[in-house]
C-alpha cells in the first residue's frame, strides 16, 4: 500500500515562505515523476511544480521564480518551498507520485496540506 504524507502546511503573511514535505512510503518500485498540485476553494486542481527522476523540473507559469521544487530519492521524498506568497496562492496543496507498476502507469495521491496566505 502506497502512502504519500504531506507536511508544512500552514497560515504564513503575503511576502513570507514555507516549505512543504511529501514522503512516499510502502512502494516496492520506483518513483518516476513527482509533483504538487493545489486546488482553491471553487476551482479546479492545477499542477504547481513537477520534477522528474533525473531531476528536470517544470513550474506553473504564477510560480515561476517564486517555487523550488526538488527530491531526494533516496528517501522518496520530494520538497516545495515557496517564497513570496501571495494570497491567490491559498489552496489545499496535494504532492503527487508516479509508478510503473508491471509496466502499468499508477499515480497516487497524498490526502493534501492547507496553505493559507493573509493579505
Known amino acids: 500500500q502506497v502512502q504519500l504524507v504531506e507536511s508544512g502546511g500552514g497560515l504564513v503573511q503575503t511576502g513570507g515562505s514555507l516549505r512543504l514535505s511529501c514522503v512516499a512510503s510502502?512502494?516496492?518500485?520506483?518513483?518516476?515523476?513527482m509533483g504538487w498540485y493545489r486546488q482553491a476553494p471553487g476551482k479546479q486542481r492545477e499542477l504547481v511544480a513537477g520534477i522528474t527522476r533525473g531531476g528536470i523540473t517544470n513550474y506553473a507559469d504564477s510560480v515561476k521564480g517564486r517555487f523550488t521544487i526538488s527530491r531526494d530519492n533516496a528517501k522518496n521524498t520530494v520538497y516545495l518551498q515557496m517564497n513570496s506568497l501571495k494570497p491567490e496562492d491559498t489552496a489545499v496543496y496535494y504532492c503527487n507520485a508516479v509508478m510503473s507498476v508491471g509496466g502499468v502507469t499508477v499515480s497516487y495521491w497524498g490526502q493534501g496540506t492547507q496553505v493559507t496566505v493573509s493579505s
Open positions: 510502502g512502494s516496492r518500485f520506483s518513483i518516476n515523476n
